[in-house]
């Protein structure tokens, strides 16, 4: 079967071109993210994406409120390995999007098949979350985790038990995701994250298919905006990338 590139594959590529053919040299700054979208006349999602790829690369480095410069040129050709990992990754915007879309409805399915055993296990599940942003283990997602597996398992479907543990472990896997997290510093949106957490469970209660749809939707919407304020790469206050607005909207029904 032939490969098929994801689009910030594509424009990464592009770059990548760009560095062998020296119109980009070791030491120069690459233009704004915004530049390079309207050049190849896409989102800045995939742009923000397709750096993360030049970064795993060597290619370029983030300097903090300066932007992103050329450390590196291509090789012609990619390791059997590093093409393999190149290929296999996932970049995390489309991740977050198909989650989006995703969970907003394992949440409304599961608001009309929850029993109280699924209600104490998200509390429980809640109650340990909070229990590991008290002791600042700024690195554990573990809850995070099971508790959005939780509800899908409340749906009492196991494929889309399955389908949410299969797209948690993609990101647990992600070369992206891990250069995304290394970047990241100030962890105090997590407690944001908690408190939506809080009202999707709350929803669930209620048995509010609608309410659940659209808690769980703005869950991951806000965690998009949260991140997108730490991920300009000319802003002094930068520490990460993540990515741009999500081109789909939730409409009440």
Request: proline fraction near 3%; aromatic fraction near 6%.
């Amino acid at each position: 079967m032939p490969r098929v590139n994801r689009l910030y594959q594509e424009i990464g590529n592009e770059l990548k071109s760009l560095l062998k053919s020296g119109t980009f040299k070791i030491g120069d700054r690459l233009p704004p993210e915004r530049d390079i979208a309207e050049t190849f006349n896409v989102s800045r999602t995939v742009v923000r994406e397709a750096l993360i790829m030049l970064e795993l690369e060597n290619l370029v480095a983030v300097k903090k409120g300066s932007g992103v410069y050329v450390i590196g040129l291509p090789d012609e050709v990619l390791s059997e390995k590093d093409r393999k990992i190149e290929e296999e990754d996932l970049g995390p915007f489309e991740l977050l999007q198909a989650r989006q879309l995703i969970e907003s409805n394992i949440a409304a399915f599961a608001a009309s098949q929850i029993v109280k055993a699924d209600i104490v296990e998200l509390r429980a599940i809640l109650e340990q979350e909070r229990q590991i942003l008290e002791q600042e283990v700024l690195d554990d997602y573990s809850a995070d985790e099971m508790f959005h597996i939780a509800i899908a398992r409340a749906t009492k479907n196991s494929v889309l038990e399955r389908l949410l543990a299969d797209l948690w472990a993609k990101r647990s896997t992600s070369k992206m995701w891990d250069q995304l997290q290394s970047r990241i510093t100030d962890h105090s949106y997590r407690k944001k994250w908690l408190y939506d957490h809080e009202r999707i469970l709350q929803a669930l209660q209620l048995k509010d298919a609608m309410a659940a749809r659209h808690a769980m939707w703005q869950h991951l919407e806000n965690v998009k905006q949260t991140l997108m304020t730490v991920s300009d790469s000319e802003d002094p206050n930068f520490d990460g990338y993540l990515f741009d607005s999500i081109p789909v909207t939730i409409v009440n029904q």
